[in-house]
């Protein structure tokens, strides 16, 4: 793989040579899949179309190249029947949710959640979002799947609230979610049907989401923000939003992705991004969320920084839930831990 590697990045510098042509000057992009002898085929056609594959996983994914993985390939067998049995989940409404605590970092109140889409497979177990959600991506699932999720989120909230905790339920959304027009009245028709206030629902979005369609996800979610939703932008960091989109987007918080925040002791440079991150979300008015703080020494410095709100295994793992009525009880609002730091 490291020498095909090698080869292709080669090909890519010689291939990112401006030509001129009667005094124009063209580049080329260019995007290239591998595939490996023996490993991915015997045969000179079954590489070929494991090379196919590859290359139009770079194309979707606007990378230089990729390696043939039979996860991606629509046509392999595993990945057919893994779709069909998520086609059947879905019918039946059997993705579950879990629950992961959001905390304020001055008070220590919980102040509210994140839904997490949890599958369980009747023979492989569970199966993380990370391998399903693009799944349904694919095989254009993830509208009815989302508004599953909206609807059990919305519900759980709701019961919260009737038993005394006035949380606020965050939902993520996916790339496709963000071009449909028809989402805004879906999720109003869904706070309408629990009787939720729109203020306690918050959706999820990264920044690579909003960049596909720029146009068509501000329409989306500026109906959203005028219906009084929160609107977050998840895994800040790792996508390529310039400033001036930033400034534009109805967004009200800022999570700052997980792998910043937790090299941030060891690293100096992911606690520049943090501390630059919380600054530039302050001036711009918007509140910040670290992602994935699982120790006190993460906590303590973020806040230092200034952070908001904190989320991660310090305070808690995402939770079935019951489990997470338990935490909410039993913490009675103040989680110690956080209050204390
Ligand atoms: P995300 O929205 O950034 O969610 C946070 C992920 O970080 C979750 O992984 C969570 O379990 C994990 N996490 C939380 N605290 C910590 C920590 O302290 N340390 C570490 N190492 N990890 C932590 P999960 O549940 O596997 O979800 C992965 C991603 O899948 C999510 O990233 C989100 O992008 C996507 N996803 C999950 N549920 C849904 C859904 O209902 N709809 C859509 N469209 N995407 C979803
Ligand atoms: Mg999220
Ligand atoms: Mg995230």
Request: aromatic share 6%.
């Amino acid at each position: 793989v490291d020498r095909a590697l090698a080869v292709s990045a080669t090909l890519q510098d010689l291939l990112q040579q401006p030509i001129d042509i009667d005094d124009r000057i063209i580049t080329l992009d260019a995007s290239m899949g591998i595939s490996i002898y023996p490993d991915h085929g015997t045969r000179p056609s079954d590489l070929m179309k494991c090379a196919d594959v590859a290359m139009y996983v770079a194309k979707r994914n606007k990378q230089a190249v990729s390696v043939y993985n039979s996860q991606n390939n629509p046509y392999d067998q595993g990945h057919l029947e893994l779709t069909r049995d998520l086609r059947t989940a879905i019918k039946r409404n059997e993705i579950g949710l879990y629950f992961q605590p959001k905390v304020d970092m001055r008070s220590g109140i919980l102040v509210g959640a994140e839904a997490l889409a949890r599958w369980r497979h009747p023979v492989q177990g569970e199966v993380p979002p990370s391998k399903f959600v693009p799944i349904l991506e694919q095989t254009g699932l993830i509208q009815e799947f989302t508004l599953q999720v909206l609807e059990k989120a919305v519900r759980y909230c709701k019961q919260c609230e009737r038993a005394g905790y006035e949380i606020s339920v965050a939902v993520n959304l996916s790339v496709h979610n963000l071009r449909d027009e028809a989402l805004p009245d879906q999720v109003e028709d869904i706070l309408a049907e629990h009787d939720l206030d729109s203020a306690r629902l918050t959706l999820e979005i990264t920044e690579s989401a909003v960049m596909d369609d720029y146009m068509k996800s501000i329409e989306v979610l500026g109906e959203l923000s005028d219906m009084g939703i929160e609107l977050s932008i998840d895994d800040f960091g790792t996508g390529y939003s310039s400033l001036g989109y930033l400034k534009r987007m109805p967004v009200q918080q800022l999570k700052i992705d997980r792998s910043f925040v937790s090299d941030m002791i060891m690293n100096r440079d992911d606690a520049v991004i943090v501390r630059s991150t919380i600054d530039l979300a302050h001036n711009l008015g918007l509140k910040t969320v670290a992602e994935g703080v699982e120790t006190e020494e993460v906590l303590a410095v973020l806040g230092e920084m200034g952070c908001d709100m904190v989320q991660g295994y310090l305070v808690s793992r995402p939770l079935p839930m019951e489990e997470f009525f338990l935490f909410l009880k039993n913490c009675d609002w103040i989680v110690e831990s956080v209050s204390a730091a």
